[in-house]
């Protein structure tokens, strides 16, 4: 008999790409949210605005992509990560419904534009700080008996995912700040550069305490990163993200405008592969492995024809976006 194909990599990738899209794409977007809360007039709120308002919506396809992917690659995982965070993702859901209403009525509901400034702001806020604590419940693990979550409701409420929330309000806001740089100019923009600076002294700091910490949760996670000779082969990912830190902070001082982004984006990307490398192979950290929570091939097979057919549509449709909408943006002309 010919052996069962091996499909759990390619949905890895898949999954992992979704997420790592999503958290990129959304996430300087809510970044751009929090950060609107900070601008000084009406004027500086309108060009903060239109700088996302062509792209915001469909960043949040990551999120519908990643979440059906695990549901129908590892459903075992999907079963035990959704209960144990049922709660912040709850209220994740709800600020980014907020949020996107609070878009549109900004618009039409001029009486009380005020009132939907401050949700926006807030709603971008309190989403981006749920992400961040689901990420942290994720590192540190479930309670899980036999395939199901067995813990409390509020396991996920942490000192460690209070602090991955609080990492993630100034990722996000380090993502923003860049995003602003590269569409804005003038007053807008110099103060994208300042609150760039500040956000990212807090990733730094938030890196720093996370990176100490994680281990001490985890034997596994000790031994991979501070295993020899694990040590000197893992050494280049906190140097190349101290390196990327660096040239970032600089890029935030000089007159560069996409450098800023660019290097948010790095440091995302080696924050994400640093997760990677501490949880492979595990998808339920410290229970299941991505093949131990994999659905049947043939259901994976399955799945993978419409994806590889729908995937290639999302990244033109992306792309086109981002292509159509380049360039600055004013609160007058919008693009030009």
């Not at 995982?77 to 209220?91: D, K, T």
């Not at 600020?95 to 709603?123: I, S």
Request: glycine letters at 10%; proline letters at 6%.
């Amino acid at each position: 008999m010919n052996p069962v194909l091996d499909f759990v990599p390619i949905w890895t990738l898949i999954l992992g790409m979704a997420v790592f899209f999503y958290v990129l794409l959304d996430g300087f977007d809510l970044g751009v949210g929090m950060l609107y809360g900070l601008a000084p007039d009406t004027p500086s709120r309108n060009i903060i605005m239109n700088s996302i308002a062509p792209i915001w919506d469909g960043n949040e396809t990551w999120l519908v992509l990643g979440g059906l992917g695990l549901l129908a690659a590892f459903p075992v995982a999907f079963a035990i990560i959704i209960p144990a965070v049922y709660f912040p993702i709850l209220v994740m859901l709800l600020a980014l419904v907020f949020r996107g209403v609070a878009f549109e009525f900004r618009f039409r509901d001029t009486a009380h534009k005020t009132f939907w400034d401050h949700a926006f702001c807030y709603g971008s806020g309190i989403a981006t700080f749920a992400q961040g604590v689901v990420l942290g419940a994720f590192i540190q693990g479930f309670q899980v008996t036999g395939r199901t979550f067995s813990g409390s409701s509020f396991d996920f409420l942490t000192p460690f995912s209070l602090l991955t929330g609080v990492a993630l309000l100034f990722g996000y806001g380090l993502l923003g700040s860049g995003w602003l740089i590269l569409k804005t100019e003038g007053a807008v923009q110099a103060a994208a550069r300042m609150q760039g600076r500040v956000c990212l002294l807090g990733v730094i700091v938030a890196v720093g305490i996370v990176s100490i910490w994680t281990p001490f949760m985890s034997p596994a996670i000790s031994a991979r990163w501070f295993g020899w000779p694990n040590t000197l082969l893992l050494a280049p990912i906190p140097i190349a993200t101290a390196v990327v830190a660096i040239l970032t902070w600089r890029a935030l001082e000089s007159e560069a405008e996409a450098a800023p982004f660019i290097g948010s984006i790095g440091m995302f990307a080696l924050s994400y592969v640093g997760i990677a490398i501490s949880l492979f192979p595990m998808i339920v950290p410290g229970h299941f492995t991505l093949w131990e929570a994999a659905s049947s091939p043939r259901t994976q097979a399955f799945l993978l024809v419409g994806t590889l057919v729908l995937l290639p549509v999302i990244l033109m449709y992306t792309s086109w976006s981002y292509w159509v909408f380049r360039g600055k943006v004013r609160s007058d002309i919008g693009y030009h």
